[in-house]
């Protein structure tokens, strides 16, 4: 008996730990105001989750318009800007509306905060009482999203503090700021964007790997058979001419959909982009192989160049808010990419020289389109399938 | 020629003798493209992507093939129990015959009535055995599920002594038992000594769930996973309920990794494989709300409640008045926060130490903040573990303490627990302080386990995430 009584309770034990329903993190949701500081004012991206607003205030939660005024005069009540002197701020709302925007349907309201004359931009104390007066347990998120001049160029909200309970009032100071500071931001960005851009870097460099070197026909010449009437190569100023061309045209092409797109706030889906992003490096690793279009290397780079440039663009896209935080931002990015990408061919040119005019040129020119093959193929299934492969991992 | 012409400054042999042949290049390009993407999708392949355990093994072995058969079979275990415990109260036996089959049916159940019995019965038990017999085993167990765990280590001492010795299961049970202990006391590296030791004594698919749990709320999920399947893989013919209860372990991890998709999965192959479990179907709820389709989660979670007329799970309503908040109806959502409140008031006067966490969850949400503060600290009390923590640092932050909240997050970080909840309340915390940095970073490092960490649907998860 003392036996089957021990089975029952190891296979109850099991079952009673194991198997018992756990519990979730049981969240209530939070509200969220999201702050762009730029063009003479701040804008405020207020997200109340919608059954918050109703559960604090019992207010109706339509579109219409009765409804809406209800919130918008909510909101005006409970919310307030003031300037480090007292003096209130000029709150207007550009949009209100309840909306599905991620999860459960919020209130979401776009405010215009405008200083008192004479006041800071940067610096102001924001008293809230929505929700958080009825609900003591609501937690309210305060973010910067938008702060060009005050050199912020990534796209993560930077929290600011938070909200909750007896908490009521938070003190914004952004610190000092100039479109310097924003130009130079906007260059680091550019030049780290370049720099960890592996796939921009490998295809302007696999585009280089034969540029020394003059096509014939179908083949690249060899200089293990230096008699062969077939093989050629360029001088060392027509090699030069050749890959300033090629670097020269990649920019114009990037340049030229970077300024476009970002300037005229055009959203691209990110997939297709970045797809055949990996393509031209693959034609570039093909090319750099076997000769595919000898002598047009710069008028690929620059048509590839258009392809790169709309990847650049989704991240300088957003940058600023007036017109000239918004080309600052392009004109820094923009030098940011050519200065590394001018340093980097430098470093490399010498060698691109000297391994062109080398018995082992062709060893070396495969090796590398055969490496830079390998990686644009496994990007290429890594964007097209959505899942990380084992060499893209090794590309980091 | 072409190429003389646009170059200039050639040496001097360059002859350019060969047409292109356009087509020819074309198909040799499509060939390598071709074949590099197959070569990369091939190596892609290689590493063996852990599957979920098998939705339908081979062969299932002993036990009700589904959830109406299981309650069916655990009506007449208890039937018998209490048959016996009237003919004989004073025999342990028996005692224990009926605890242990009111503790099955309370665990298809969740019915608190049915633990309180079970706990009553094992008292008995304890009471009437001779020195060194007893139901203590059993009884730890009990004292575990109702989360009593002070009472366990002498129980377990009691059982090591007892007049007839453990056999290898038992002490391996025991064994795990400890680490058990250890782990809801918050000492992760004595209950992972612990459960390798049972492992070690004896392998066991009990065992292997629960280094599962361990290495969950350690963040490593990859291993979390890894233990499942060995805990089926060591099961030669698993009964359904048992396949059924690793799925729902496995879509739980991923629940935990922000792997809304593949739990949804995981939780339809559990109601297949076992159907009729209400807990499955309040995760295929939840599953559904998350998702945007809060007609079928409500559908689900009111059958649920409508199926247990008796004693229905106040977690469910708590569920219930989450999803009606969510879409605005604050009646119907204060309706059924009344209802889970009284419920878990009646729970609480029934077994406080087992029902004060859940309590605790719902105050937070539909209750105040100081009687979530006190009930927080029972419950940390009771099991001073992560989760206890966690929730203990909410309460903190809700009753305007910040700071405190901080440093119990720090202690659970210390203690070798991540969680995404965990780092996602820390940025709150900070936030609340004024540490604009600290906050970007924790909430950087809840996104790193659970990209998914500040979902705005999250609210609408409210079982299975930790």
Redesign the interface.
């Known amino acids: 008996m003392i036996r089957w009584l021990a089975a029952v309770a190891l296979l109850l034990a099991f079952a009673l730990l194991a198997f018992a329903l756990p519990a979730a993190a049981h969240l209530t949701p939070n509200s969220e105001v999201k702050f762009a500081f730029g063009g003479g004012h701040v804008t405020a991206d207020i997200i109340i989750p919608q059954g918050e607003y109703a559960a604090a205030t019992g207010n109706p939660t339509g579109n219409d318009r009765q409804s809406l005024q209800r919130a918008a005069g909510y909101l005006h009540k409970n919310i307030a800007v003031r300037a480090p002197d007292g003096r209130n701020w000029v709150m207007s709302f550009q949009s209100l509306a309840f909306a599905q925007i991620a999860g459960p349907p919020d209130l979401h309201a776009v405010a215009r905060l405008d200083p008192p004359a004479g006041a800071p931009l940067r610096q102001f104390r924001i008293d809230w009482q929505a929700i958080i007066a009825e609900q003591p347990g609501h937690f309210v998120l305060f973010v910067a999203v938008a702060d060009f001049a005050g050199g912020k160029t990534d796209h993560r909200p930077h929290i600011l503090g938070a909200l909750q309970g007896q908490r009521r009032s938070l003190v914004i100071d952004r610190g000092d700021a100039s479109l310097w500071r924003g130009l130079g931001a906007a260059m680091r960005l550019g030049m780290h964007h370049i720099a960890d851009g592996r796939d921009h870097m490998l295809f302007l460099l696999t585009l280089l790997l034969p540029a020394p070197m003059l096509a014939n026909g179908q083949r690249w010449p060899n200089l293990r058979w230096p008699n062969r009437h077939w093989n050629a190569r360029r001088t060392p100023r027509a090699a030069l001419l050749h890959l300033a061309g090629i670097v020269t045209a990649f920019t114009i092409g990037h340049s030229v959909t970077l300024v476009l797109v970002a300037a005229l706030g055009w959203k691209l889906p990110a997939p297709p982009v970045e797809i055949a992003i990996a393509l031209t490096i693959l034609v570039a690793a093909v090319h750099a192989w076997r000769p595919i279009f000898p002598g047009r290397e710069a008028l690929v780079a620059g048509s590839f160049g258009l392809i790169h440039g709309l990847a650049f663009a989704g991240v300088v896209a957003g940058l600023g808010i007036d017109r000239t935080e918004k080309a600052l931002a392009i004109l820094g990015f923009n030098l940011g990419i050519e200065i590394v990408q001018i340093g980097l061919v430098a470093a490399i040119l010498p060698l691109l020289l000297v391994v062109a005019r080398s018995r082992r040129a062709a060893i070396w020119r495969n090796t590398g389109a055969a490496l830079a093959g390998i990686a644009a193929a496994a990007w290429l299934v890594e964007r097209v399938s959505g899942h990380a492969n084992p060499i893209t991992r090794l590309l980091g | 020629m072409?190429?003389t012409r646009?170059?200039?400054?050639?040496?001097p042999?360059?002859?350019?003798?060969?047409?292109?042949?356009v087509r020819r290049?074309l198909v040799?390009?499509a060939a390598?493209?071709l074949v590099?993407?197959g070569?990369?999708?091939a190596?892609?392949r290689?590493?063996p992507v852990p599957a979920p355990a098998r939705a339908v093994p081979l062969r299932y072995g002993y036990g009700p093939a589904s959830y109406a058969a299981a309650l069916t079979r655990a009506n007449e275990d208890v039937l018998l129990g209490e048959e016996r415990v009237a003919r004989a109260p004073a025999e342990w036996?028996f005692q224990?015959?009926l605890a242990?089959a009111l503790?099955?049916r309370a665990?298809l159940t969740?019915s608190f009535i049915d633990l309180a019995r079970a706990d009553a019965a094992l008292a008995h038990g304890l009471a009437s055995a001779p020195p060194r017999t007893g139901?203590q085993?059993?009884a730890a167990?009990g004292a575990?599920?109702v989360h009593r765990l002070g009472a366990i280590p002498a129980l377990l001492d009691a059982h090591d002594a007892a007049v007839?010795p453990?056999?290898v299961?038992?002490r391996a049970?025991v064994l795990?038992?400890r680490g058990?202990t250890a782990f809801y006391a918050g000492d992760s590296a004595a209950a992972h000594t612990a459960y390798v030791a049972a492992m070690r004594l004896q392998a066991?698919?009990?065992i292997a769930?629960?280094l599962a749990?361990l290495y969950r709320s350690q963040g490593d999920y990859a291993a979390a996973q890894a233990q499942i399947a060995a805990a089926l893989a060591m099961t030669k013919a698993p009964s359904r309920a048992l396949h059924a209860?690793l799925l729902?372990?496995q879509g739980?991890i991923r629940?935990s990794s922000g792997d809304w998709p593949g739990a949804q999965t995981l939780f339809a192959a559990a109601d297949q494989v076992f159907s009729g479990n209400w807990?499955t179907a309040?995760?295929l709820a939840?599953m559904a709300a998350?998702r945007g389709d809060t007609a079928r989660a409500e559908r689900l979670y009111r059958a649920i409640l409508a199926g247990n007329p008796a004693e229905p799970p106040p977690?469910i309503m708590?569920a219930l008045a989450a999803l009606?908040?969510?879409?605005?109806?604050?009646a119907a959502?204060r309706i059924w926060a009344d209802r889970a409140a009284a419920g878990w008031a009646t729970r609480l006067a029934l077994l406080p130490e087992a029902a004060v966490?859940?309590a605790l969850?719902h105050e937070?949400?539909f209750g105040?903040?100081a009687r979530?503060l006190a009930l927080a600290r029972q419950n940390v009390a009771a099991r001073p573990y992560g989760d206890s923590n966690i929730l203990l640092a909410r309460a903190m932050?809700?009753?305007?303490d910040p700071t405190a909240a901080a440093a119990v997050l720090a202690q659970v970080a210390a203690s070798g627990w991540r969680s995404a909840?965990q780092f996602?309340l820390l940025?709150?915390a900070?936030?609340?302080l004024?540490h604009?940095e600290a906050?970007?970073a924790a909430?950087a490092r809840a996104l790193a386990i659970n990209p998914r960490a500040l979902?705005?649907?999250?609210?609408?998860?409210?079982?299975?995430?930790?």
């Not at chain 2, 009606?324 to 604050?330: D, I, Q, S, V």
């Not at chain 2, 932050?397 to 305007?400: A, P, V």
């Not at chain 2, 979902?455 to 930790?466: I, S």
């Open positions: 072409r190429q646009l170059i200039a400054g050639l040496d042999a360059t002859p350019d003798d060969s047409a292109p042949h290049r040799f390009v390598l493209i590099a993407i070569i990369v999708s190596i892609d290689l590493p036996v224990e015959y242990q503790l099955v665990r969740g139901p085993l059993m167990i575990m599920t007839i453990a056999d299961a038992e049970e795990a038992l058990d066991a698919a009990g769930v629960r749990n209860d729902l372990q739980a629940l807990r309040a995760l939840q998350v977690e708590d009606y908040r969510a879409g605005g109806n604050t959502s966490g859940h969850e937070l949400v105040t903040p979530a932050l809700q009753n305007g909840d996602a940025a709150q900070e936030a609340l004024g604009g906050a970007d909430q979902d705005p649907a999250l609210p609408l998860l409210w079982f299975g995430t930790h």
